[in-house]
């Protein structure tokens, strides 16, 4: 009796640890925001006339969102998933159609009343719900080529239709996906060797070859050391070492022999190995020079001299955790990057507790698109990856992006109290 | 449990190592590598030069020379501006809409997000309205800045000027200076350039992105202030430098008048002069131009850079030296026959009249011509016509000792030298050892090839009211506090002539005064010894020339006056002279027994002619290009006639080639 007393309440069995990962990290954005486009003619963090005052008003209408989403049945997400899929699908169509072009990206709906909403950020959400929903379906396996295709084609339909806003950024979100499809039983080498390949090419291009050889050494050696018994697994690291160094070695070649002068370019200045101050590299620049000038401790909130000064643009959005290397230095960034690190390996934790495999798809949905947009885009700012605009979680100034995750996010809250039950 | 369970550590494993890979690669960028605190460093750190204000220049008694006057440019920034009330603000600053519209685009065109001058110098009085309601007017502000002003609008030539640096003066100072700072240009403020000038500051400022400022970096710790440049003393007095400007308006030349006792210049006036206003603020261009081209030359500093021949008052001079060397005892009578026989010369005397008999105090009261002449000829023909040349040497040495035909090394730059021949001279004119006492002669009454700056009359006046010593000249004596700013200004330079030598001449002097040349001259009240000078001038009318000191027991001025082209020493050069000995002296001029009065001098304008005085010059210019004209033919001749004879032997050799060939050809063939 108890128990279904407690079942009724809103807050049964919410993972309050995630929570308060997400209102931690939304008001990290918030004061990051505040220093970013500090105005020292409206100081206040919540003066409405600035974008620090509405990041403020969006976090308290994501959470708003967040709460009614508890308050809905769980059982509603897996049914109207396909509905949402396709309103979604239906505004990345539309957005074509009749969206405003900003930055150069067809990518906003305009909403009134100074609101414009972004279909992209949504279309994350709702391909992760039909993701989950078709592959819990019965009889349903990834190994089998008819799923696949089928699972690829949910990821696929707005990938296509977001790179032709063109929003790069955004479509690469959905390639994180493959970790989905990874854990429901795709073949280990579509990720390994893709994943491994792409990664090496990059750090190849950053490092000597012997200090990125003595590190992936280290790093096998660890992880075999981690789990000395599973001995396939020994063996699968072992490989991949082998494949990793040659093919270290193969990038310089193919970097210098196989692609064309612009291409390598590109890649040099995106990667910040050469410099074009004024013109391409100029963001990145600035940026590392933001992050890096932070030290140990940073120059404190508000003195960030690069961050006040208004020398890398976007700060606000792509571009904000230059305000937290800088002002706060690499603590500040240990502690932000570490909380992101919590929250991934905590979705990944409710994943694996789920007792339908609909949550756990859904909860590895959520795990792989954080993950992606964390690394990616604290990667480019720190010129370890190309610059493609896609916001940090939670912490970018914007309400679509911060809206999108929150019910990214909630979903999962919401399934995940839900886990006894049966969907 | 799902089958493919374990893959959950797979895809930790993955989303940890690459998170710690940033983590990594953060760790470097903020930790290890430092080179981005420096580059963050430089991207908001400018360093700005703040100038300081340059030393003023006081007079002997601290009245101000030069000073630093306040102006107040309003700056704007474009970016920054707020709507405001146009017309009022137009009819603050005192423009028309027009002329705002002018400025704005202007200030635009410069830099839409950087501060530029909108309107430059906005004079002191509009300063504080203005100050008042610049609230009003976001985006524009007052910078105040300073720039030289003249207050008395007097001494310009002692002063100088500063300007813009050349490219040669920022090589010469080693890259202290940069483009558009301001140096010295000529006189106090070239020659004190590094004690006026100051030491320049530098002020740490952040700017953004744009370049725009935000405040100063780290509460000013790194700034270095701005020292104000050394406030000079200098030795003129301006009511007596006020009072020369006056008296010399409408006239070409200088007076320069020096304490005995330290050397110190009390007056030096050049003229004509000009208004030192003038080369300061937005006209200086214009202004400079027009002076260079003024035919009077007011740029020519006359006291140190015009040459004149003394004419009498070089006889002083001519006695001391004679007395010096036992050529002539002060009693021994000369008789003036109204000419000197010399040779085949004949140099006149007053005007032909003669003077009888005169003893040295009574020539240099009369000025007679003969009397130095016999003197002159004494000296360098004492042993034997032979011997002329060595005796000229040991005279001009004498004479050199008073200062004359050398640099006195005034603290100004660009002095002359004056003039007193050399025997190489006159061994070119002439031939070596056809040149003698009669050739010589005029240089005995101050002529011929003698020259001397003003500045060279007066202190050889300080010499002889000193008996026989005399200070360096200068001009600055205290750099701010310190008074003593060298060691050789205290240091008594002696001539040669033994004290005892020197009253005789004195007392011709006094009654030069007293009765002799200058009598209108004389000051009620006051002993002034003086001698007068009537210099022939190639160029028009002699000049007049007036040197003298006074009082006589324990002088306290001495002068030099020097009135081109107009006459009698004692008509212009005396007259004036004495009115500055009195104002030194007793702080006022009273009225004259002969009844001649500074208003009177101050009128009257000798300015020579100006058709006749660009005649005149134009006719020595024409004078020394028909000299280069012609040595350039002759030149030309020469190469000619040298290319010519090379051309024609060239062709005769050919010619005669082929025979010589031929007959070579033909004899070696035998």
Redesign the interface.
């Known amino acids: 009796m108890n128990n279904n007393n407690n079942q009724r309440s809103f807050f049964f069995n919410v993972d309050w640890v995630t929570v308060f990962l997400y209102l931690v990290l939304c008001t990290i954005g918030w004061f990051n925001i505040h220093a970013a486009v500090f105005d020292e003619r409206h100081p206040s963090i919540i003066d409405g006339a600035t974008n620090y005052g509405k990041q403020f008003i969006y976090i308290i209408v994501a959470v708003v969102v967040g709460m009614i989403i508890l308050l809905l049945e769980s059982r509603f997400f897996s049914a109207l998933s396909p509905a949402f899929y396709a309103i979604t699908v239906l505004l990345l169509i539309l957005v074509l159609i009749i969206g405003r072009n900003v930055g150069g990206n067809q990518a906003w709906i305009n909403m009134g009343g100074g609101f414009r909403l972004q279909p992209s950020e949504f279309a994350k959400f709702s391909t992760c719900l039909l993701l989950a929903r078709y592959l819990s379906g019965p009889n349903i396996r990834v190994t089998e080529p008819k799923s696949f295709m089928a699972a690829a084609a949910i990821i696929g339909v707005p990938m296509v239709l977001i790179m032709l806003q063109p929003d790069t950024g955004s479509t690469l979100v959905f390639c994180s996906l493959i970790?989905v499809l990874?854990?429901?039983?795709l073949s280990?080498y579509f990720?390994a060797v893709s994943?491994l390949l792409i990664?090496l090419f990059v750090?190849a291009l950053l490092f000597n070859p012997i200090s990125i050889i003595i590190g992936l050494v280290a790093?096998t050696a660890l992880?075999i050391f981690l789990?000395r018994r599973?001995r396939k697994?020994i063996t699968t690291m072992l490989i991949g070492l082998a494949i990793s160094i040659s093919f270290i070695f193969c990038v310089k070649f193919i970097y210098s022999h196989v692609l064309k002068p612009h291409q390598t370019e590109r890649i040099n200045i995106l990667l910040g190995i050469t410099t074009d101050l004024r013109g391409k590299g100029y963001n990145v620049n600035?940026s590392?020079?933001?992050?890096?000038?932070?030290?140990?401790w940073g120059k404190g909130y508000l003195h960030g001299?690069?961050t006040?000064?208004?020398?890398v643009p976007e700060q606000s959005t792509d571009f904000i955790f230059c305000t937290v290397?800088?002002e706060w230095?690499?603590a500040g960034?240990?502690v932000v990057?570490g909380l992101?690190?919590f929250l991934?390996?905590r979705v990944?934790f409710i994943?694996?507790r789920q007792r339908s495999?609909f949550s756990?798809i859904y909860a590895?949905g959520v795990?792989s698109v954080l993950?992606f947009h964390?690394?990616i885009n604290?990667?480019m700012t720190?010129g370890?990856v190309p610059v493609i605009g896609i916001p940090l979680p939670f912490i970018s100034y914007g309400g679509s992006s911060l809206l999108s995750f929150t019910i990214l996010l909630f979903v999962l809250i919401k399934l995940d109290s839900n886990r006894m039950g049966i969907i | 449990m799902?089958?493919?369970?374990?893959?959950?550590?797979?895809?930790?494993?993955?989303?940890?190592?690459?998170?710690f890979?940033?983590?990594a690669?953060?760790?470097y960028?903020?930790?290890v590598?430092d080179?981005?605190?420096l580059?963050?460093?430089k991207?908001?750190i400018r360093n700005f030069i703040v100038y300081p204000a340059r030393g003023p220049i006081l007079d002997r008694n601290g009245k101000v020379l030069v000073q630093n006057e306040p102006i107040y440019d309003i700056m704007v920034n474009p970016k920054e501006v707020k709507p405001f009330d146009t017309l009022e603000f137009c009819r603050m600053v005192g423009i028309d809409k027009a002329g705002f519209d002018k400025r704005w685009i202007k200030a635009v065109k410069y830099s839409p997000n950087k501060d530029s001058p909108f309107e430059k110098q906005v004079p002191a009085e509009l300063f504080a309205s203005l100050q008042e309601k610049m609230g009003d007017f976001v985006g524009f502000y007052i910078l105040p800045r300073t720039v030289r002003t003249y207050p008395d609008s007097v001494a310009a030539q002692f002063l100088g000027f500063i300007g813009e640096v050349y490219d040669r003066d920022i090589k010469l100072s080693g890259g202290y200076y940069r483009l558009g700072d301001y140096i010295g240009k000529t006189g106090v403020e070239k020659a004190y350039e590094n004690v006026l000038r100051g030491q320049r500051g530098v002020k740490s400022m952040?700017?953004?992105?744009?370049g725009a400022q935000?405040g100063s970096f780290a509460n000013g710790a790194f700034d270095t202030v701005a020292r104000t440049g050394e406030r000079l003393t200098s030795s003129l007095d301006i009511d007596l430098q006020k009072l020369g400007e006056k008296l010399m308006t409408n006239k070409l030349g200088s007076i320069v008048a020096i304490e005995p006792s330290t050397g110190e210049i009390l007056a030096y006036v050049s003229s004509p002069t000009y208004d030192p206003n003038l080369m300061v603020g937005r006209e200086r261009g214009n202004n400079a131009a027009k002076m260079y081209n003024d035919p009077y030359k007011p740029f020519f500093i006359r006291p140190i850079q015009a040459q004149y021949p003394p004419g009498s008052s070089f006889k002083p001079l001519s006695a001391l030296i004679a007395l010096q060397e036992n050529i002539i005892s002060p009693s021994e009578t000369y008789y003036c026959t109204g000419h000197y026989r010399a040779g085949n010369r004949l140099v006149p005397c007053n005007n032909g009249e003669a003077h009888g008999s005169v003893n040295m105090g009574k020539a240099v009261a009369e000025s007679c011509n003969g009397y130095f002449s016999m003197v002159f000829q004494r000296i360098l023909e004492r042993s034997g016509t032979k011997y002329t040349e060595a005796e000229f040497t040991k005279w001009r040495a004498n004479v050199m000792k008073f200062g004359l035909g050398t640099r006195l090394d005034l603290d100004m730059p660009a002095e002359s030298r004056g003039n007193v021949p050399t025997p190489l001279h006159y061994d070119n004119v002439y031939k070596k050892g056809a040149w003698r006492a009669s050739t010589i002669i005029s240089l005995a009454i101050g002529q011929g090839e003698l020259l001397a700056t003003p500045l060279q009359m007066a202190n050889l006046e300080c010499t002889i009211a000193n008996h026989g010593f005399f200070y360096k000249p200068h001009l600055i004596k205290a750099i701010g506090t310190e008074n003593v700013i060298k060691a050789e200004y205290t240091k008594r330079n002696y001539v040669g002539i033994d004290s005892q030598y020197f009253e005789p001449v004195i007392n011709g002097m006094q009654a030069v005064v007293e009765g002799g040349t200058a009598r209108r001259s004389k000051i009620p009240d006051i002993i002034m010894c003086g001698k007068t000078g009537t210099a022939q001038n190639p160029r028009g009318e002699a000049n007049s020339v007036f040197v003298a000191f006074a009082p006589r027991e324990n002088p306290k001025i001495a002068i030099a006056v020097v009135v081109e082209n107009s006459g009698e020493g004692a008509h212009w050069a005396a007259p004036i002279a004495s009115f500055m000995v009195e104002k030194y002296l007793k702080g006022k001029i009273t009225p004259r027994e002969s009844g001649i009065t500074v208003d009177y001098f101050a009128n009257a304008n000798r300015l020579p002619d100006l058709g006749l005085y660009e005649l005149d010059l134009k006719k020595e210019r024409r004078r020394d290009s028909i000299r280069t004209a012609r040595a350039d033919s002759i030149k030309k001749f020469k190469a000619d006639s040298i290319k010519k004879a090379a051309r024609n032997k060239l062709a005769n050799n050919n010619k005669r080639g082929v025979w010589v060939n031929f007959l070579a050809a033909g004899r070696t063939g035998k």
Do not use: C, H, W
């Open positions: 970790f990874y854990r429901e039983g280990p990720l994943g990664t750090v790093f992880v789990f599973n697994l600035q590392k020079i933001a992050i890096g000038s932070g030290k140990l001299t690069q006040k000064y208004a020398f290397g800088e230095g690499f960034s240990v990057i992101f690190l991934i390996l990944i994943a694996e495999p756990r590895y795990a993950f964390v690394v604290i990667g720190i370890v | 799902n089958k493919f369970f374990e893959r959950r550590y797979v895809v930790t494993g993955i989303f940890i190592a690459i998170i890979t940033l983590l690669r953060l760790y960028i903020q930790i590598d080179r981005y605190a580059y963050a460093t991207n908001v952040m700017v953004d992105s744009r935000k």
